[in-house]
Nanobody, 123 residues
Framework: QVQLVESGGGLVQAGGSLRLSCAASGRPYVMGWFRQAPGREREFVAAITWSGGSTYYADSVKGRFTISRDNAKNTVYLQMNSLKPEDTAVYYC???????????????????WGQGTQVTVSS
């Protein structure tokens, strides 16, 4: 069983920045961030592999968001810059802790989820 604890959400003006953190109680294979706005499906934001540090981003956040990890702390970060009102959503941390099939952009690949943290970007 892996627990994921998120922090760092909040309210920010358009163009501003926020950094989300997610601490895992165990060592994952992959960690990712998803988001879900009201009335919309959960969508992939970014992911990072734990061993090689390969990163993956949704087209909508490329160049603005950066995912990184601290291996010693089993913590993943999402640095969000140049935030837009359309980035407003609940952001979820997720982890893959065993062999997986499928694409890292699919929520079903991840077997552990955090509780979510609200990010609101005002115009």
């Amino acid at each position: 069983q892996v627990q994921l604890v998120e922090s760092g959400g909040g309210l920010v003006q358009a163009g501003g920045s926020l950094r989300l953190s997610c601490a895992a109680s165990g060592r994952p294979y992959v960690m990712g961030w998803f988001r879900q706005a009201p009335g919309r499906e959960r969508e992939f934001v970014a992911a990072i592999t734990w061993s090689g540090g390969s990163t993956y981003y949704a087209d909508s956040v490329k160049g603005r968001f950066t995912i990184s990890r601290d291996n010693a702390k089993n913590t993943v970060y999402l640095q969000m810059n140049s935030l837009k009102p359309e980035d407003t959503a609940v952001y979820y941390c997720a982890a893959v802790t065993s062999f997986y099939r499928g694409s890292l952009v699919e929520p079903k690949v991840y077997n552990y989820w955090g509780q979510g943290t609200q990010v609101t970007v005002s115009s």
